[in-house]
């Protein structure tokens, strides 16, 4: 069954994300085998990830009847189709007879499918509808009767969404009202995946989680984002979510608090300038801070005029401000004015507690005369169209300036927590987000 978001609205004159109360933190410790141990990898597989909501793909790809797509996940391989009935479903890449994985593309147009070992055929439903000698069967003919297995399936925010357990809560539930009310205001239903690569890296899973679920590594690894991004926790809002989740908010298009420099960069002087700003009436240091909220004022007033139809609904901090949504366990999404950026890991395939695969995807609005678009984290333009995926190994191509300094610690840190000097976590109260990421993965760890 899939499913589409209701329409929510944000107050136009919100600063920021309205703050969450938080819940109290146990103080849980942060231990190395969590990340190493590969027992512990397969207890988490059969207690988290069978259990919580994760991204399959774009809903635009699996928009008509036989479209598909499958996703993998960890050791197992999903495929999405859209039924003549315009409901998208999902089902485990596996075969009733003998096993065998249905297909090994990644997306595609089918009116049926068909195991390539023996023969059976499959509906968009699911349903076998053919085998050969079918009158060979002493317990009865599979057609009609034997299926491809169903899984959850919701489609929300543009994205289809899966689930492996049957008793699972909504997806709606599961994000929580906060979640679904912002994310659906950025409409990334009306997006289009500029940028889709994976990368086989080096690390277990959750280092990449915990590195979105922090943001005091930004001032010594990604000191490019300084003049152009808050950095400075005091000037930031961390949230915890009682669902789970987390929310990083960080005010931006505006020179950092940790920034000394006098001029204003670059990157940010284009963006004033589009805005019809000159950059020189703010080089004082008193006008500095007036920068974000001039460009506020501009999109508010020029944007529809000059193609930005996405931001006839955005509170005042939507057109300059970046948001973090760190959904339990893998999936983050930064929204920003005009795009939606995944950085999500996933467990590798091969069950190697060491290794994961990380998908980096960045998805913009279409604006009227504009062909190209800025790649996230400086890399280079963008053509505004549906991306081919890639799949490289950590190292052979870059995944954008930001996301290749997070990978370059991130392999440091694997080797680190392998050390018999690892002393558990040691963490300031700005790095809750990570401290409340493990204690919910505890949570789940717990039940059977």
């Not at 001039?294 to 529809?304: F, H, M, P, V, Y």
Request: hydrophobic share 30%.
């Amino acid at each position: 069954m899939s499913q589409t978001a209701k329409a929510y609205t944000l107050a136009p004159d919100l600063d920021k994300p309205e703050k969450q109360p938080e819940p109290t933190l146990r103080g849980d410790g942060v231990t190395a085998d969590r990340y190493i141990d590969a027992d512990y990898a397969k207890q988490e597989w059969r207690k988290v990830w069978m259990r919580t909501w994760n991204l399959a793909g774009m809903a635009y790809h699996v928009k008509e009847p036989g479209e598909y797509i499958t996703v993998d996940l960890g050791h197992e391989s999903i495929i999405v189709v859209c039924g003549d009935d315009n409901e998208v479903r999902a089902f485990y890449n596996s075969c009733p007879h003998r096993g065998t994985r249905i297909t090994s593309a990644e997306e595609g147009f089918a009116q049926k499918f068909s195991c390539p070992y023996h023969g059976w055929e499959f509906d968009k439903m699911g349903v076998t509808s053919y085998v050969p000698n079918e009158e060979d069967y002493p317990q009865g003919g599979p057609c009609g009767k034997k299926r491809l297995k169903q899984i959850q399936c919701r489609i929300l925010f543009g994205m289809v969404w899966i689930n492996m357990d049957e008793s699972a809560e909504s997806l709606e539930s599961f994000l929580g009202e906060e979640i679904v009310t912002e994310l659906d205001s950025y409409h990334i239903e009306d997006m289009i995946r500029v940028l889709n690569i994976t990368a086989d890296s080096p690390c277990n899973w959750k280092i990449i989680t915990d590195n979105f679920n922090e943001a005091y590594h930004v001032q010594v690894l990604h000191p490019g984002l300084i003049p152009y991004i808050e950095a400075n926790y005091k000037a930031c809002q961390f949230d915890l979510m009682d669902t789970g989740h987390n929310r990083g908010w960080f005010p931006s298009h505006n020179p950092s608090i940790l920034h000394t420099e006098e001029h204003i960069g670059e990157h940010l002087a284009a963006i004033m300038r589009q805005w019809d700003l000159n950059p020189d009436d703010f080089k004082a240091n008193e006008n500095r801070p007036l920068i974000r909220k001039a460009i506020q004022s501009s999109k508010r007033e020029l944007g529809q005029s000059k193609g930005y139809n996405h931001y006839q609904e955005y509170a005042d901090y939507q057109f300059t401000d970046y948001v973090i949504y760190n959904i339990f366990p893998n999936t983050v999404i930064t929204v920003g004015p005009d795009g939606a950026q995944l950085l999500r890991p996933r467990p590798h395939p091969s069950g190697d507690p060491q290794r994961c695969l990380f998908d980096h995807w960045w998805m913009v609005h279409k604006i009227e005369g504009q062909t190209e678009t800025p790649s996230p984290a400086g890399g280079p333009d963008l053509p505004v169209e549906d991306a081919e995926h890639e799949v490289v190994m950590y190292g052979e191509k870059s995944l954008g300036t930001t996301a290749d300094e997070d990978l370059s610690i991130a392999k440091m840190q694997q080797e680190g927590l392998s050390s018999a000097g690892f002393q558990q976590f040691y963490m300031p109260h700005q790095e809750r987000r990570v401290q409340h990421f493990h204690e919910v993965l505890n949570d789940y760890m717990a039940k059977e």
